[in-house]
């Protein structure tokens, strides 16, 4: 039990007053979650034993207290969510359920020592505050001690008397006993069920069957075979049909939670399940024979009687040979503290319970599971260099073995990890640099095993994705000469000659791009324990300080969210002299920023500013005459901005009661993670965590995204038969380009309608037909995702490329702002998004002004006037008849083909990252329409609109998996499926309408 004092404070600044419980008065707290309770100088005692027992987990009063010129005073924590808020069906991880079962149980625990009945506790009385950290509301004591209502010292009726059992109820007192501490431990096991299970024990059986004392259910199997070697058996004791087998108090639970946590074998006082050896065979029989049939699945299985299989041989045995098993010897054992053996979400949730829940639902969770990350390393791995030589792939981007690999056919160089080995898994898997489990690219052996796809060959702990291990066991940036360095460098196949990737590093800047942190365990993982003191944490090593300091800059997320492709960029090379190509940029875009920013005079926000804090906002309660827009937030409670680097107060851990300055784990993406392994819960749950924050994805990233524009119409003018409207986008919100990350393939777009006074359309553009509907630029006449057609040379043609024709939506805009700028007029899509070009030919006619135009019976699709020209990777140089941008076509896919029948599957040989918004820059376009005969006034609606990825993207890749799994390469099945879809709907960001007079 935690026996520190409660920590007295300042009085808080009061908002709103919230009305009055007996003889305190509730207010609201400014700049903090939670409320004050305002009591009369003579109740000072009153506030410190409400914040003695709150510090113990029960009644939330552990903000501190004080006493000042106005009074004494308590600070009670805001509550977020309850276990009974939680979404039908929610499972908590197996320790974070625990660590709140054990919270509760210290609670509890304090009750029982302090000779005080807390009242009857059930789902909605028990407080999470994030995973871990629960606590009891005890409403019922709490509105005694403040003179509001009385309850009983010792025992209290139970609710049945005061409206009817429900299935929380304990059998005893579903029966008319007295509500005591034993039956608020029976319904601690019922919860704990529940949060491991997601749903009552007894649930289906009705009210009747959950009150009769019926044992429960084991766990389904797939729930068991996840937990904890012990946990299962645990929490059935909790719920003996026998109150003498259960434990006698709620220490023991507390306790046994901590052993369970910790790994530990039973202590002294050892928690016996409904199977356990203190029961004979005779008494486990005696009770009237109750096979259920089953409801539900296995999980329905009942275990009160021998009803099949080998216990009922078991028990058959034991009753003929009259043999009755006696209570298990207790053996005293001390329990035992190791250090940290591994970092994993499992060893870390214990004390870092909130931080490990943030992180779950986080995208870094799911990097490696991300199934469109997994189906497009497949795709390189097995298309690129692929041929006669190499029917495999060539594995361009995974390890090179000793001789098994794809070798160039003219320079014999090979080609088996030439972009990068493991360029992808560097990052995506970065623990598995903990522990390699990759085996290299076996190029030509008939098993193909290695060939696999990244989530059949990697560790648990590298499947992780961006983990616990990942960050807290990261020293400093990666550096030339080191034993790691990433992918700091590329070879050509074709010469042998090597290219870094780093720049930065001439300029003192280390680790930039493709992995460039260096890891180091032996930094964060001890050998011995620590004391525990301020900087020195018990299990684990505290971290040197130059180690931190980089973890909080925006270098370290520079190690992985500046992305460089092998091959140099045909057109950057011209602008930048750089041997790669920038595919994603985030970490150079910010530092441009930064560095203008510091040029003003303005400090710049660093990435965990922005994306490990409270930005950009909080939802706060309304109060009488408070209230503001909801932006995300559920009902009765209003959005409130929080500043880049504003932090939440909270503890480091579930152990400690300090509240510090804490970092958000959410790492809110743009995207929800399209993986089965991310509950559709995770993404729509409406509750708020204990900082304010959404629980749910989709709301955050609703936050995030609608902070990020401004977005306008100008005045717009009508005259002589045409229309002018202005419209104008600027980047507020964020200190790189938008979209960023997979630039290329993020949609930010502009749907406009345009309206006659007879409600008539006049222009209409960037309207979808649904959410699974591509944007109407373009039209796709056909994906080739087989790999079938072939050349003379065995090498697959037209694989991932597109016959694309021009949409109804096709951007006619002066200039074309793929060139970059700001000032924008025609008509068509406004689409933000970026985008990748390949080096062609002109197959046509080439007009005055050195454009390719179609030749005869071309023009019917966008490449059938081109065919591929010659790019040099290692000089960026791409050998055309045609000149400058007009050498160029955009294809749409990361890796493909020129068209659906023509050229081989590659990566771009230039990237366009110009469409994009930079910050601070306004974007204004002017749609210039016809507008003649039309009646005014004319009303103009526009909304700017985002979405993940586009649907075609998506469905290629579901349409290649599927082929691949039907050819055997896919042991787990399609890594991308067309249901998954569902998940990449779009959102509305920002709005504006306007009239339109004749002038």
């Given at each position: 039990?935690?026996?520190?004092?409660?920590?007295?404070?300042?009085?808080?600044?009061?908002?709103?007053?919230?009305?009055?419980?007996?003889?305190?008065?509730?207010?609201?707290?400014?700049?903090?979650?939670?409320?004050?309770?305002?009591?009369?100088?003579?109740?000072?005692?009153?506030?410190?034993?409400?914040?003695?027992?709150?510090?113990?987990?029960?009644?939330?009063?552990?903000?501190?207290?004080?006493?000042?010129?106005?009074?004494?005073?308590?600070?009670?924590?805001?509550?977020?969510?309850?276990?009974?808020?939680?979404?039908?069906?929610?499972?908590?991880?197996?320790?974070?359920?625990?660590?709140?079962?054990?919270?509760?149980?210290?609670?509890?625990?304090?009750?029982?020592?302090?000779?005080?009945?807390?009242?009857?506790?059930?789902?909605?009385?028990?407080?999470?505050?994030?995973?871990?950290?629960?606590?009891?509301?005890?409403?019922?004591?709490?509105?005694?001690?403040?003179?509001?209502?009385?309850?009983?010292?010792?025992?209290?009726?139970?609710?049945?008397?005061?409206?009817?059992?429900?299935?929380?109820?304990?059998?005893?007192?579903?029966?008319?006993?007295?509500?005591?501490?034993?039956?608020?431990?029976?319904?601690?096991?019922?919860?704990?069920?529940?949060?491991?299970?997601?749903?009552?024990?007894?649930?289906?059986?009705?009210?009747?069957?959950?009150?009769?004392?019926?044992?429960?259910?084991?766990f389904e199997d797939a729930i068991a075979g996840a937990l904890?070697?012990?946990?299962?058996?645990?929490?059935?004791?909790?719920?003996?049909?026998?109150?003498?087998?259960?434990?006698?108090?709620?220490?023991?639970?507390?306790?046994?939670?901590?052993?369970?946590?910790?790994?530990?074998?039973?202590?002294?006082?050892?928690?016996?399940?409904?199977?356990?050896?203190?029961?004979?065979?005779?008494?486990?029989?005696?009770?009237?024979?109750?096979?259920?049939?089953?409801?539900?699945?296995?999980?329905?299985?009942?275990a009160w009687a021998p009803v099949?299989?080998?216990?009922?041989?078991?028990?058959?045995?034991?009753?003929?040979?009259?043999?009755?098993?006696?209570?298990?010897?207790?053996?005293?054992?001390?329990?035992?503290?190791?250090?940290?053996?591994?970092?994993?979400?499992?060893?870390?949730?214990?004390?870092?319970?909130?931080?490990?829940?943030?992180?779950?639902?986080?995208?870094?969770?799911?990097?490696?599971?991300?199934?469109?990350?997994?189906?497009?390393?497949?795709?390189?791995?097995?298309?690129?260099?692929?041929?006669?030589?190499?029917?495999?792939?060539?594995?361009?981007?995974?390890?090179?073995g000793s001789g098994d690999v794809c070798r160039d056919e003219r320079s014999g160089i090979a080609v088996t990890g030439s972009g990068g080995e493991h360029w992808c898994v560097n990052c995506h898997a970065a623990g598995d640099n903990l522990g390699g489990a990759m085996p290299a690219w076996s190029a030509v052996s008939t098993s193909g095993a290695s060939r696999k796809p990244l989530r059949d060959l990697l560790s648990p702990q590298a499947m992780e994705g961006i983990s616990c291990a990942v960050c807290h066991q990261t020293i400093g940036p990666a550096h030339e000469g080191g034993r790691y360095q990433g992918n700091a460098s590329w070879t050509s196949f074709t010469t042998g000659a090597v290219f870094r990737m780093r720049p930065e590093d001439a300029r003192g800047v280390r680790g930039i791009a493709n992995s460039g942190y260096l890891l180091e365990p032996s930094a964060f993982l001890r050998t011995s324990l620590g004391s525990g003191n301020l900087g020195d944490p018990i299990v684990h090593a505290a971290m040197p300080s130059s180690a931190k300091s980089y973890l909080a800059s925006s270098e370290f997320c520079g190690a992985c969210h500046d992305v460089r492709l092998f091959g140099t960029d045909a057109l950057g090379v011209r602008d930048r002299a750089e041997p790669f190509k920038r595919l994603r940029n985030a970490y150079s875009e910010w530092r441009s920023w930064a560095d203008a920013e510091k040029v003003a005079g303005r400090r710049a926000a660093t990435c965990q500013d922005c994306h490990m804090s409270l930005y950009p906002g909080v939802c706060v309660r309304d109060g009488e005459g408070k209230s503001g827009a909801r932006e995300g937030c559920p009902s009765g409670f209003h959005f409130e901005a929080r500043a880049p680097g504003e932090l939440p107060r909270a503890p480091a851990s579930t152990s400690s009661h300090e509240?510090?300055?804490?970092?958000?784990?959410?790492?809110?993406?743009?995207?929800?993670?399209?993986?089965?392994?991310?509950?559709?819960?995770?993404?729509?749950?409406?509750?708020?965590?204990?900082?304010?924050?959404?629980?749910?994805?989709?709301?955050?990233?609703?936050?995030?995204?609608?902070?990020?524009?401004?977005?306008?119409?100008g005045r717009a003018v009508r005259s002589a038969g045409r229309v002018q409207i202005p419209l104008e986008i600027e980047n507020v919100g964020a200190g790189h380009r938008v979209p960023a990350g997979f630039s290329q393939e993020r949609e930010i777009w502009v749907e406009l309608t345009v309206t006659d006074a007879r409600g008539q359309t006049v222009y209409e553009v960037g309207r979808l037909d649904s959410d699974e509907a591509d944007l109407k630029d373009k039209t796709f006449a056909r994906i080739r995702t087989d790999d079938s057609n072939v050349d003379r040379r065995g090498r697959p043609l037209g694989v991932f490329g597109a016959n694309v024709l021009d949409g109804p939506d096709v951007p006619r805009w002066d200039p074309n702002p793929i060139l970059g700028g700001t000032t924008f007029r025609g008509r068509g899509l406004v689409n933000m998004q970026n985008g990748f070009l390949r080096c062609v030919r002109c197959i046509g006619t080439i007009d005055a002004e050195?454009?390719?135009?179609?030749?005869?019976?071309?023009?019917?699709?966008?490449?059938?006037?081109?065919?591929?020209?010659?790019?040099?990777?290692?000089?960026?140089?791409?050998?055309?008849?045609?000149?400058?941008?007009?050498?160029?076509?955009?294809?749409?896919?990361?890796?493909?083909?020129?068209?659906?029948?023509?050229?081989?599957?590659?990566?771009?040989?230039?990237?366009?990252?110009?469409?994009?918004?930079?910050?601070?820059?306004?974007?204004?376009?002017?749609?210039?329409?016809?507008?003649?005969?039309?009646?005014?006034?004319?009303?103009?609606?526009?909304?700017?609109?985002?979405?993940?990825?586009?649907?075609?993207?998506?469905?290629?890749?579901?349409?290649?998996?599927?082929?691949?799994?039907?050819?055997?390469?896919?042991?787990?099945?399609?890594?991308?499926?067309?249901?998954?879809?569902r998940k990449n709907r779009p959102i509305d960001l920002a709005d504006a309408t306007t009239l339109v007079e004749e002038r």
């Amino acid at each position: 039990m935690d026996s520190r004092e409660p920590r007295a404070r300042l009085r808080p600044r009061t908002g709103e007053r919230l009305g009055i419980v007996g003889r305190a008065v509730r207010f609201g707290c400014e700049g903090e979650s939670g409320e004050l309770w305002a009591l009369p100088r003579a109740m000072e005692s009153v506030a410190k034993r409400l914040a003695t027992l709150g510090a113990k987990g029960l009644g939330g009063f552990d903000a501190g207290w004080g006493d000042d010129d106005e009074g004494a005073f308590v600070v009670r924590r805001a509550v977020s969510q309850t276990v009974a808020s939680l979404p039908k069906g929610e499972r908590l991880e197996g320790t974070l359920a625990l660590a709140n079962v054990r919270d509760v149980a210290r609670a509890l625990e304090a009750a029982e020592r302090a000779g005080i009945f807390p009242g009857a506790i059930g789902p909605a009385s028990i407080a999470l505050a994030g995973a871990g950290r629960a606590w009891v509301l005890a409403d019922g004591w709490v509105r005694a001690l403040v003179g509001d209502a009385p309850v009983s010292g010792g025992a209290s009726s139970h609710p049945a008397r005061g409206g009817g059992a429900s299935k929380w109820t304990p059998p005893a007192q579903a029966s008319g006993a007295p509500w005591d501490n034993a039956a608020n431990r029976y319904v601690l096991g019922l919860v704990a069920y529940r949060l491991i299970a997601g749903d009552h024990p007894f649930s289906g059986l009705g009210l009747r069957g959950a009150l009769e004392g019926s044992a429960p259910p084991p766990f389904e199997d797939a729930i068991a075979g996840a937990l904890r070697p012990g946990v299962q058996s645990f929490v059935l004791s909790l719920l003996d049909p026998e109150a003498s087998q259960r434990p006698s108090s709620a220490g023991e639970i507390a306790q046994r939670c901590d052993e369970l946590l910790r790994g530990d074998r039973p202590s002294s006082s050892p928690i016996v399940s409904v199977y356990g050896a203190q029961k004979s065979a005779a008494q486990r029989i005696a009770k009237p024979n109750r096979a259920q049939v089953p409801i539900g699945g296995a999980r329905r299985l009942w275990a009160w009687a021998p009803v099949a299989g080998g216990l009922g041989v078991l028990v058959a045995t034991l009753l003929a040979s009259g043999a009755e098993s006696k209570p298990a010897a207790r053996e005293n054992v001390v329990s035992d503290r190791r250090p940290l053996a591994v970092t994993n979400a499992e060893s870390c949730a214990p004390c870092h319970a909130r931080q490990v829940a943030e992180w779950s639902r986080s995208v870094m969770a799911h990097s490696v599971k991300s199934p469109l990350f997994g189906a497009l390393e497949s795709l390189v791995e097995e298309q690129v260099g692929r041929d006669a030589q190499c029917p495999n792939g060539a594995g361009i981007l995974r390890r090179a073995g000793s001789g098994d690999v794809c070798r160039d056919e003219r320079s014999g160089i090979a080609v088996t990890g030439s972009g990068g080995e493991h360029w992808c898994v560097n990052c995506h898997a970065a623990g598995d640099n903990l522990g390699g489990a990759m085996p290299a690219w076996s190029a030509v052996s008939t098993s193909g095993a290695s060939r696999k796809p990244l989530r059949d060959l990697l560790s648990p702990q590298a499947m992780e994705g961006i983990s616990c291990a990942v960050c807290h066991q990261t020293i400093g940036p990666a550096h030339e000469g080191g034993r790691y360095q990433g992918n700091a460098s590329w070879t050509s196949f074709t010469t042998g000659a090597v290219f870094r990737m780093r720049p930065e590093d001439a300029r003192g800047v280390r680790g930039i791009a493709n992995s460039g942190y260096l890891l180091e365990p032996s930094a964060f993982l001890r050998t011995s324990l620590g004391s525990g003191n301020l900087g020195d944490p018990i299990v684990h090593a505290a971290m040197p300080s130059s180690a931190k300091s980089y973890l909080a800059s925006s270098e370290f997320c520079g190690a992985c969210h500046d992305v460089r492709l092998f091959g140099t960029d045909a057109l950057g090379v011209r602008d930048r002299a750089e041997p790669f190509k920038r595919l994603r940029n985030a970490y150079s875009e910010w530092r441009s920023w930064a560095d203008a920013e510091k040029v003003a005079g303005r400090r710049a926000a660093t990435c965990q500013d922005c994306h490990m804090s409270l930005y950009p906002g909080v939802c706060v309660r309304d109060g009488e005459g408070k209230s503001g827009a909801r932006e995300g937030c559920p009902s009765g409670f209003h959005f409130e901005a929080r500043a880049p680097g504003e932090l939440p107060r909270a503890p480091a851990s579930t152990s400690s009661h300090e509240l510090r300055p804490a970092s958000v784990h959410y790492f809110t993406s743009v995207d929800v993670p399209l993986a089965d392994e991310f509950p559709a819960a995770w993404a729509s749950d409406p509750n708020l965590d204990s900082l304010g924050l959404p629980r749910g994805l989709e709301n955050r990233r609703e936050q995030l995204l609608r902070h990020t524009f401004r977005f306008a119409l100008g005045r717009a003018v009508r005259s002589a038969g045409r229309v002018q409207i202005p419209l104008e986008i600027e980047n507020v919100g964020a200190g790189h380009r938008v979209p960023a990350g997979f630039s290329q393939e993020r949609e930010i777009w502009v749907e406009l309608t345009v309206t006659d006074a007879r409600g008539q359309t006049v222009y209409e553009v960037g309207r979808l037909d649904s959410d699974e509907a591509d944007l109407k630029d373009k039209t796709f006449a056909r994906i080739r995702t087989d790999d079938s057609n072939v050349d003379r040379r065995g090498r697959p043609l037209g694989v991932f490329g597109a016959n694309v024709l021009d949409g109804p939506d096709v951007p006619r805009w002066d200039p074309n702002p793929i060139l970059g700028g700001t000032t924008f007029r025609g008509r068509g899509l406004v689409n933000m998004q970026n985008g990748f070009l390949r080096c062609v030919r002109c197959i046509g006619t080439i007009d005055a002004e050195g454009r390719c135009q179609p030749g005869p019976g071309q023009g019917i699709t966008r490449a059938d006037r081109f065919e591929d020209g010659d790019y040099d990777a290692d000089t960026g140089e791409c050998r055309s008849n045609l000149t400058g941008r007009n050498a160029f076509f955009e294809t749409y896919f990361p890796v493909g083909a020129l068209d659906a029948d023509r050229g081989i599957a590659k990566a771009p040989d230039a990237i366009i990252d110009t469409r994009s918004a930079p910050p601070g820059a306004v974007l204004r376009y002017t749609y210039d329409l016809e507008a003649s005969g039309r009646p005014g006034p004319l009303r103009v609606s526009a909304r700017l609109r985002f979405r993940p990825f586009p649907p075609f993207l998506l469905r290629a890749f579901a349409a290649y998996e599927s082929r691949k799994a039907a050819e055997g390469l896919r042991p787990s099945g399609a890594q991308l499926e067309a249901r998954m879809l569902r998940k990449n709907r779009p959102i509305d960001l920002a709005d504006a309408t306007t009239l339109v007079e004749e002038r």
